[in-house]
């Protein structure tokens, strides 16, 4: 998705578009990593924006989140994860080993007995496989 798509979205809510704003946002759209911690976001933002404190990134970070820009992930003991929501269901393999991840692009939810879960309103999961990922294994 372009970034205009999510600035408009931004401006939808009311929301100031600030450059630092922007920025952070096109971190996780140009981004390889599928998932970023606030520490990885603020290393990269600081290329263009020296004098940005973590803070701020951690506050823009949960702002986004808040609004729906932005998913929230905790993968156990492990610092939050953040990614760009894009409302595309899905579920991770975490590599306990150098802290990877894989999305499984299923829903495991879908292969459940409905008997198992009857008379019950499933409102929000989260499904994770921890273990040890290939390139840690060779």
């Given at each position: 998705m372009p970034i205009n798509y999510f600035i408009e979205q931004l401006q939808a809510k009311g929301v100031k578009i600030t450059p630092q704003r922007q920025e952070i946002i096109k971190v996780f759209?140009?981004?390889?990593?599928?998932?970023?911690?606030?520490?990885?976001?603020?290393?990269?933002?600081?290329?263009?924006?020296?004098?940005?404190?973590?803070?701020t990134v951690y506050?823009?970070?949960?702002?986004?989140?808040?609004l729906g820009i932005l998913t929230e992930l905790n993968f156990g003991?492990?610092?939050?994860?953040?990614?760009?929501?894009?409302?595309?269901?899905?579920h991770h393999l975490i590599c306990t080993k150098c802290g990877g991840s894989q999305e499984i692009e299923f829903c495991p939810l879908d292969f459940l007995d409905k008997q198992h879960i009857k008379?019950?309103?499933v409102q929000k999961h989260s499904f994770e496989i921890f273990?040890?990922?290939?390139?840690?294994?060779?």
């Open positions: 759209l140009e981004s390889q990593d599928l998932h970023l911690s606030a520490e990885e976001v603020h290393r990269r933002i600081t290329v263009k924006f020296p004098s940005m404190s973590l803070d506050r823009n970070l949960s702002m986004l989140q808040k003991d492990r610092k939050s994860l953040f990614e760009i929501n894009n409302s595309q269901h899905h008379n019950f309103k273990g040890i990922c290939a390139n840690c294994m060779q």
